[in-house]
Nanobody
Framework: QVQLVESGGGLVQAGGSLRLSCAASGRSISNYAMAWFRQSPGKEREFVAA????????YYADSVKGRFTISRDTAKNTVYLQMNSLKPEDTAVYYCAAGSQYIPNYRTKGNYDAWGQGTQVTVSS
């Protein structure tokens, strides 16, 4: 089983940028579909971005498309989420997730097997 640890969260003003990291151990991320989800108080955990285990295609929630970018560095066994033009509504705990190679729907949190502990992102207006 892969273990995931997120970092890079913090407090930023609206319009600013942050880069989240998800360091994996135990298994290579090249064998997994990787994703980011987020959860605000009182809300369900929602999909943000995903990268299948192979190929260049990535998936984004409509709310972050054009502002966020998911990427990976297999040499460092790390997945990143670059977040630009941040908005107060992006405030949430951000979670990294790993799933098997063949996920029927990358936007469904139940399809992921491993999760990190989360990192807080707060965007002030």
């Amino acid at each position: 089983q892969v273990q995931l640890v997120e970092s890079g969260g913090g407090l930023v003003q609206a319009g600013g940028s942050l880069r989240l990291s998800c360091a994996a151990s135990g298994r290579s991320i090249s064998n997994y579909a990787m994703a980011w989800f987020r959860q605000s108080p009182g809300k369900e955990r929602e999909f943000v971005a995903a990268r299948p285990w192979s190929g260049p295609i990535t998936y984004y929630a409509d709310s972050v498309k054009g502002r966020f970018t998911i990427s990976r560095d297999t040499a460092k066994n790390t997945v990143y989420l670059q977040m630009n033009s941040l908005k107060p509504e992006d405030t949430a705990v951000y979670y990294c997730a790993a799933g098997s190679q063949y996920i029927p729907n990358y936007r469904t949190k139940g399809n992921y097997d491993a999760w990190g502990q989360g990192t807080q992102v707060t965007v002030s207006s």
